[in-house]
């Protein structure tokens, strides 16, 4: 077989497998880029009793992967691990990426060239809106194991998945000096909450080109949802106040606005953000 070459893109995909969900996920996603592509994959796996729960990772032999483990934190900072792994990043494309997504694989190879060519310095590899085909739990993995992990397997059976929308969230590829010059992510955004939103609006304030694919989805794998993944998040509150009190500075401010992305408090703990 003949792999695709996304040897110019690195993946950074934080991971707390916390329920079984969470590990059929890793093991269909990464067996999936694994499947279809050579490339770079970085992985931060926080894991509540210090032992990585990755136990397939030798089967990924198309995949260099970088593999950060860490004891269970109080709360899972998102924000900071995409920030440690987005430090290490030297390809000219990165992904933040979730655990739980997989797309067209013609279409990561359509978004690491509008990077490399120019035509975008973000993008998002779906539609804005209904960009989301929410794959359910009644899909027979072995089956689609079986068919060499062909999408089309997905597509040509609706009734797993529906239609959801799509913004900000997901997966999004972006120029790696773009991203690590402004602001990287945020880490005053604790575990769940508005960062992906916060993110995309910020690069098109800052007069990026943020593009989205009309007619391409995401295909995400839906998972249960503890507090890392849900409003019942502890930290909800607050990082809805650091939104709004983002977008108020931005509205009255805006060179100050710029300034803060330019140098935020948290990139002092980092070489290249």
Sequence with gaps: MKYLDLKNTTFIIPIKIEHPDRYR?????????????KTNIFIYEVS????????????????????????????????????????SVKTKVVVNYDIDVILSPSNYI??????????????????????????LDNINL???????????????RPDIFNLYGAEYGH?????????KNNGGENEQFISYGPEDKERGERFQRLGYVVNWKPGYHVYHFE????????PRNPHFDHNWGVYNNLNRLCGE???????????????KDYKTI
């Design 25 to 37: 996920n890793a093991k269909t996603t990464l067996g999936f880029l694994n499947k279809h592509f």
């Design 48 to 87: 509540e009793d210090g032992e990585s729960k990755i136990d397939f990772k030798k089967s990924l032999k198309n995949l260099s992967i970088k593999h950060w483990l860490v004891g269970n934190d109080e709360v899972f900072h998102r924000t900071k691990y995409l920030n440690v792994m987005l430090d």
């Design 110 to 135: 359509e978004c690491q060239q509008s990077i490399l060519n120019k035509e975008s310095d973000v993008i998002y590899p779906y539609e804005f809106g209904l960009g989301q085909k929410m794959v």
């Design 142 to 156: 072995d089956e689609f194991y079986n068919s060499g992990f062909d999408i089309n397997y997905i597509e040509g």
């Design 171 to 179: 997966c999004m590829f972006f120029n790696t000096n773009i991203y």
């Design 223 to 230: 998972h249960h949802r503890g507090n890392d993944s849900s």
């Design 253 to 267: 401010d805006f060179s100050a606005y710029e300034e803060y992305y330019k140098n935020p408090d948290y990139a």
